[in-house]
């Protein structure tokens, strides 16, 4: 039976069909709905972690004990997961354990276009790059088989395209790989020096096995055709190049880690010209050159965003109406949505002209017009940190016109540690905690801190206020975002303060509800002043008319935040 899947869910499928029985990860666009539908099938445990540290931790441990594991972030979300990752390439698995990680050519929703496969190199562990939603599903399940057969973590690499891409997919059925025996054996898992020295030789030796093996694997496929162009590629690229080079020579790499040298130089020697073709950085063309294959890349491409069957086509044949620039698409600048809680704190922020550090979610959309207030963001939790950091580089009173802006999933992600550092090295920071009682950015996923797990059910309710308390935070206040006074007041207070200060910021966000949304407001046109202050909160439904102001009825849902604001009171409740 066949399917249409997203690339995720075949992603899924084939982590249910090899007989994973744990799966764990911290929700990344764009590998959220990987673990979203493992969640789906009943043998595998599955949960959203604090971060994808922990989230890994969880999976080498559940392999340690025997079981089938994967855990999935996006690539960013690796930089978190390091640490153990390379570590457990030294430990190696019982059951296999995959990491699926999600690259992000283009920058769609990531602060930076980090090319994840040299973490493979750097931590000396196989890599497996499907180009479709079928590759997705084999590629699953071909990477547990490895991880067993190698002893070793193997990293699943997506990327956007392929992972919220549909194909067709054959489904297949789960096969019982049950749990492995567990055995105590502290030099193979006990990484201290001794026993660490012992298992990086281990970890040459098994590189070199699957070097070897990379030459006769099956998803490294050589498709003959015309000699004259031979292309050498992987992922999604290969794709592009069947459609834009329909009669070149193509090898497929499914393993992008350790790379089939000997059957990429069998393939050279038997095309005139050969390229390479790779989104992100010339992983594949730089150890191509430095084994001696001669070959073309990056000097025709960029190492920058997506690639396109058009670029392939101008790049490689020159065509000159293949050249012309593709048209440009009308722009979307993502907004803030009609009600969203933020929009009132970030109106009191800018009306104040604090400094913001900024951080990860949907409240880094503060930094556009109209709003204007986000000064820097750089990574999940940097906000408390920064926000300290400038106060160490520029005293107090720049702290005491200074906030960090944190969402609540966020900062249990890894603002907590920022938070601890402010109060132990006596610092000042005012810190927002922006608790919308959900993890927003990604598609409201539960969190520890709105007492539901992965699946929906009730679980122990993270207390926010309770532990910055608990780490010698002393004035902790909620306010309501809405509540534009008290939300100025809180903020005058906390920043005068001669200490650290968290306001939490709490109102769910505007979708949780959709039903529950009021009647659209509407602009007594005899009551308005034009002032145009309401335009201030960069409300989508909103709008000038000429010179007036007007609220589109589509798209308002009656949060009143206008009307609370309007010093006139032109703005009423919908009739």
Known sequence: MKELLLGNEAVARGAWEAGCRVAAAYPGTPS????????????IYAEWSPNEKVALEVGIGASFAGARTI?????VGLNVAADPLFTASYTGVNGGLVVAVADDPGMHSSQNEQDSRFYARSAHVPMLEPADSADCREFTKLAFELSEQYDTPVLLRMTTRVS???????????????????KKDAAKRVMMPGMARLRHVEVEKREKLLAVSAN??????????????????????????KEALPDASILKLGMVYPLAFDLIRDFSKK?????VIEELEPFIEDAMKANGIECTGKELFTLQGEYSVHMIRCALLGDERECQSAPQLPARPPVMCPGCPHRGMFYAVKKLGLTVSGDIGCYTLGALPPTSS?????????????????????????????????GDSTFIHSGITGLIDVVYNRGASTVLILDNRTTGMTGHQNNPANGRDLYGNEA????LAKLCEAVGVRDVRTVDPFDLKGMERALKETLANDEPSVIIVKRPCALLDRKGAKPALRIDGDRCTGCKLCMGLGCPAIVLSGDCVAIDPTLCVGCALCARLCPSGAIRGGK
Not at 32 to 43: G, P, S, V
Not at 376 to 404: P, Q, Y
Not at 460 to 463: C, I, Q
């Open 374 to 406: 986000m000064d820097a963001v750089v990574c999940m939790g940097a906000s408390i940190g920064m926000a300290h950091g400038m106060e160490k580089a520029r005293g107090r009173e720049f702290a005491n016109n200074t906030v960090a802006v944190i």
């Open 164 to 182: 919220h891409s549909r194909g067709l997919v054959e489904l297949g059925v789960r096969q019982d790989a049950g749990l492995k025996e567990y």
């Open 460 to 463: 122990p309710e993270l207390d």
């Open 216 to 241: 006769s694997l099956a998803i490294n496929k050589i498709e003959m055709n015309d000699t004259k162009i031979g292309v050498v590629t992987s992922g999604l690229c290969y794709q592009y190049v």
């Open 71 to 75: 855990v999935s972030m996006k690539h």
């Open 271 to 275: 095309v005139d010209k050969l390229y």
């Open 32 to 43: 959220t709905e990987i673990t979203e539908n493992l969640a789906k099938y009943e043998d």
